[in-house]
């Protein structure tokens, strides 16, 4: 048989659980068509590279990033970042930068709560620095903001505004007025993404153009998208410029997309909506049939859900689904032919998800087919570590996240805010791969700036080690505590690559046709000259493949 492309002699991990290893393949109009030893190639026609024992390893799927979320961040100033130790020293940067920095209608500043050591930013504290101008400062994880007055006028947000999750999203207050501090996407998202309507198609295409260039030379080849949360129409106009793309043959990456919501009152406009996606964006490398949910917050701000309560504080912060709600939900999914992805960074989050998929079940049995993803899975209880498994729900993490992903010293916030014993029980992403569960592997950055931490070399790399070092490559290189002390919960190189690979392929649905490199599949591999199996893990994140070929073609 005629061949397009003839490999031999190389170190292949085909990511088929059945016959992880071979040596050889071939490949027919974008199709494997033969996966094994060498002398199997004796069948097949046409021009034999071989490889010298050079690794090859199945295209990587990322299972939950932002595609659409950072474009409106391209053109934005993100702000400067404030390095302090008090709200004093917050102030007078700011006040500092502005006066270095005069006339500008707007200013962006980054900072990360624990650096106030409890203390508090108000509209009136920003109003003093400057009132005349916009200010914004955004946390650092960008799940909260403080904003000054002139902003917040702009936004239309008065002391009369509804809390959109009560607990989770909302305005603080003090003495019933707005103090500028907000929280979480469903109230926050409108600030994060100002301005973004305002991008032209030629704009939005440079950015988009940007992330292929990373996806194609990282050898991503396809993406769980997380979307945006409360701004649907722009993520909808920059779906419909993807879609474009891939109708004039320029989408280098397979892209599954979702639909975003926060609260449990926007669901059923929520799934009509799903349902004009999943049949509008519906071309060769663009699907969508996944509701995308923001289930709770994160542990760094504390409006994460937890079982048990934070140990500062005292309590468990605020799922915005409740177990019915999740039930209900799932049982609408079903009848519809749509599936469910949830941010759930606490155990309290994450359960209430399990709890709905057991109740959905009990009540569908054999009808009941939707996949359902819970991500991140910062924090576990004991009780649930198996049910991922049982209950077929998929457990999603960002490993790069494992080194602390806080700033400072990662270990001893994660003991203020959980107490020591649970701060060593952290990420159990080992613990749910050995009870059999689909567990898979994500960068979750909703920033594009360098592509630094979308790296999935970056996330093997912290998978395997847990602590970010001198030889990492990652933005934070003074990271050297380890945020988990125990190794109990290090993954090997094997199981970062399946997480990275047929294990994503089996949460997007596709793993028939992509994750693997088997016979009848999409040749979509990647050729190293590294063996990353024996490859060191510290410094590991600097590996990259030397070949990317999806659908058979060369794209690198």
């Known amino acids: 048989m005629k061949a397009d492309i003839i490999i031999r002699n190389a170190k292949i991990f085909t990511s088929n659980t059945k016959t992880l290893r071979a040596t050889a393949l071939a490949v027919k109009d974008g199709k494997f068509i033969y996966v094994g030893d060498d002398a199997g190639l004796s069948d097949y026609e046409g021009e034999v590279t071989d490889l010298d024992g050079k690794f090859i390893m199945p295209g990587i799927i990322d299972s939950h ?20 130790d008090s709200k004093k020293e917050a102030l007078d940067f700011i006040a500092d930068h502005i006066k270095n920095n005069p006339g500008k209608e707007s200013y962006n500043f980054l900072l990360e709560r624990v650096f106030l050591h409890g203390e508090e930013i108000t509209k009136e504290d920003l109003d003093a620095v400057c009132a005349d101008s916009e200010i914004m400062i955004l946390e650092g994880e960008a799940h909260s903001i403080w904003a000054n007055s002139k902003l917040l006028k702009r936004h239309g947000i008065t002391d009369d505004i509804i809390d959109p999750v009560p607990g989770l999203s909302y305005y603080v207050r003090k003495d019933g007025h707005i103090t500028g501090n907000i929280f979480e996407a469903a109230a926050e998202t409108r600030f994060l993404i100002d301005g973004a309507e305002k991008l032209t198609d030629d704009q939005i295409d440079a950015a988009l153009k940007r992330w292929f260039d990373f996806s194609v030379n990282a050898g991503v080849v396809g993406v769980f998208d997380a979307g945006i949360p409360e701004c649907n129409d722009f993520h909808e106009r920059v779906y419909r410029r993807l879609k474009k793309f891939d109708e004039e043959g320029e989408l280098p990456v397979y892209i ?6 926060t609260q449990p009152r926007q669901v059923p406009e929520a799934i009509k909506k799903l349902k004009s996606f999943n049949s509008e964006f519906n071309t060769k490398h663009l699907k969508v049939h996944t509701l995308k949910i923001f289930n709770d917050g994160t542990l760094k701000i504390e409006t994460a859900a937890l079982v048990t309560p934070y140990e500062d504080t005292g309590d468990k912060g605020t799922a915005a689904f409740n177990k019915d709600q999740i039930a209900e939900l799932l049982i609408q999914l079903n009848e519809a032919g749509l599936d469910l992805h949830l941010h759930t960074v606490g155990e ?3 359960r209430n998800v399990l709890d709905g998929v057991e109740m959905a079940k009990k009540e569908l049995g054999d009808k009941y087919h939707v996949k359902v993803t819970c991500a991140h899975l910062e924090i576990q209880d004991d009780a649930d570590i198996d049910r991922f498994a049982k209950l077929g729900v998929n457990a999603n993490y960002t490993p790069w996240w494992h080194a602390g992903n806080m700033g400072g010293d990662p270990y001893k916030t994660w003991c203020k805010l959980l107490g020591e014993e649970r701060a060593c029980k952290m990420y159990r992403c080992k613990s749910v791969w050995k009870t059999g569960a689909n567990v898979t592997w994500s960068s979750d950055d909703i920033h594009y700036g ?8 970056l996330g093997m790399e912290v998978g395997m080690t847990r602590w970010i070092n001198e030889k990492t490559r990652a933005a934070e290189t003074d990271w050297t505590v380890r ?8 993954m090997s190189i094997e199981e970062m690559i399946l997480g990275y690979t047929i294990n994503g392929a089996k949460q997007l649905g596709i793993e028939d046709s992509k994750g693997s490199i088997e016979k009848g599949k999409d040749a979509d591999f990647l050729i190293f000259d590294t063996d990353l199996l024996t490859a060191k893990h510290e410094g590991f994140s600097y590996n990259k493949p030397t070949d990317v070929y999806f659908a058979g073609k060369k794209i690198n």
């Open 256 to 261: 599954d997309g979702c639909y975003v919501i």
């Open 348 to 350: 309290g989050a994450s």
């Open 65 to 84: 990033v932002h595609v659409t979320m950072p474009v409106g961040f391209e053109y934005k100033d993100m702000g400067e970042y404030i390095v302090c």
């Open 450 to 457: 360098d592509f630094n931490n979308w790296s999935p070399y």
């Open 483 to 490: 945020a988990n002390p125990s190794a109990d919960e290090q």
